[in-house]
């Protein structure tokens, strides 16, 4: 069973930026494809970044693009994600998940197989 801890998230003013980790235990990283989800308050889960599992590819939300960077870190079962310039519309809980299949489907939350319990950003004005 894989788990998967994000932390890194926290308090931070508009403009600023913060950086989260996500720690994956029980499988074989490398062989995953990650990607960075966030929920607002009352809103539907949304795709941030998406990485393959070498970390050849990436992909980003239009909302984020330019702002965020998603990476990785093969020899420390880590996936990051670099945000830069934060709004107080990024405030949101914050999940990283592990594609487990050979396709990389990137921003289809309903393909990912395994989730962390999420990490609360939040972006003040």
Known sequence: ??????????????GGSLRLSCVASGGTFSAYHMGWFRQGAGKEREFVAAITRSGGITNYANS???????????????????????????TAVYYCAAEISFRYTASDYSKYDYWGQGTQVTVSS
């Open 1 to 14: 069973q894989v788990q998967l801890v994000e932390s890194g998230g926290g308090l931070v003013q508009a």
């Open 64 to 90: 984020v693009k330019g702002r965020f960077t998603i990476s990785r870190d093969n020899a420390k079962d880590t996936v990051y994600l670099q945000m830069n310039s934060l709004q107080p519309e990024d």
